[in-house]
């Protein structure tokens, strides 16, 4: 089978120094007044009152992890009686994929060059293409300045040897996340009685253990039976599929994109959920060829090429 030109989305891969101020700026103001049930950072969570100014923080910063664009909308510090202070954070998390979803891993909070052991997450479930809001919350022991605190304040997604998201409540900060990408692809792959068309695909970071600097390229996968397909059905796995990077690794799919049909005489199998994922070396840029073997060598396969740019 040729190649079949595609076209690779025009949008901008966001890099670690990036910053996506899609709201104001952020600013701080104090309200005179305690803080009490219904006030940012309110209540009373650890059973003392609130004596002093709140000093509150916009900051309107977006990160993304796992599928969910997570967007720092504002912190809070309300002085206590005793010298030091609450700490509110508040988050919303927009699930940007159709499955109910909840962070697999607990975030940290570091507070000037210290992760926060005792910083408490509110992680929520968000339903698929849904949104809802959460929250960090920590105490300190001692506050001589609440704008000082704040600008030491980093939420953090991941570890380093991850595709670490690092959104900071300083002002000037730089917010460091990679975002994902739709990609317009198109392609056909024929092989005997089985088609494979490539209706689109994404490329985002590896937020999988020890894949620092590796993105995750899937691609969806329909796939047509033809006539003479023999009783009983063929069956069609992710492991057919493969890709030669730009850089000329040949990358097998992964198991992360579970493909396991059993394609029957003149069926169309167009499921949402299967996608061919390969993953490729950061940034995920230039020329790749698809390959569909279901003979596994026996044979020419049929490939195409598209061009992410």
Not at 91 to 104: Q, V
Not at 171 to 197: H, Y
Request: hydrophobic residues 35%; charged residues 15%; proline residues 6%.
């Amino acid at each position: 089978m040729g190649a079949v030109l595609v076209i690779g989305t025009s949008a901008l891969l966001m890099t670690a120094c990036n910053d996506k101020d899609t709201k104001a700026g952020p600013s701080s103001s104090q309200i005179a007044q305690p803080m009490g049930t219904g006030q940012p950072g309110g209540g009373n969570p650890g059973g003392s009152t609130s004596n002093g100014q709140a000093t509150v923080r916009t900051v309107g910063k977006t990160g993304w992890y796992e599928g969910f664009d997570i967007t720092v909308d504002k912190a809070t510090v309300v002085p206590d009686e005793f010298g030091g202070a609450k700490i509110r954070i508040d988050i919303t998390y927009k699930n940007t994929t159709t499955d109910n979803k909840t962070l697999s891993i607990v975030p940290t909070l570091q507070v000037g060059n210290e992760i926060d052991a005792g910083a408490g997450f509110d992680n929520p479930a968000v339903p698929g293409k849904g949104s809802a809001t959460g929250n960090v919350t920590t105490t300190v022991k001692k506050l001589s300045d609440a704008q000082h605190l704040l600008d030491t304040l980093k939420v953090i997604y991941g570890t380093a040897a991850e595709n670490q998201t690092i959104i900071p409540i300083a002002a000037d900060g730089k917010v460091q996340s990679i975002q994902p990408r739709d990609l317009s692809v198109s392609g056909t792959l024929v092989q005997d009685q089985t088609t494979i068309q490539i209706t689109g695909g994404t490329l985002s970071p590896s937020y999988t253990k020890g894949e620092n600097g590796k993105m995750d390229l899937a691609l969806h996968v329909k796939i047509i039976g033809g006539s003479g397909i023999s009783d009983g059905g063929a069956n069609i796995f992710y492991e057919y599929f493969s890709v030669k990077t730009p850089d000329g690794q040949n990358v097998p799919a992964d198991i992360r994109g579970p493909i396991n049909e059993l394609l029957e005489r003149n069926q169309t199998i167009d499921n949402a959920k299967n996608f061919a994922i390969f993953v490729v070396p950061s940034p995920g840029t230039g020329t790749y060829v698809v390959t569909y073997d279901a003979k596994k060598g026996e044979g020419t396969a049929p490939t195409f090429s598209f061009t992410v740019s």
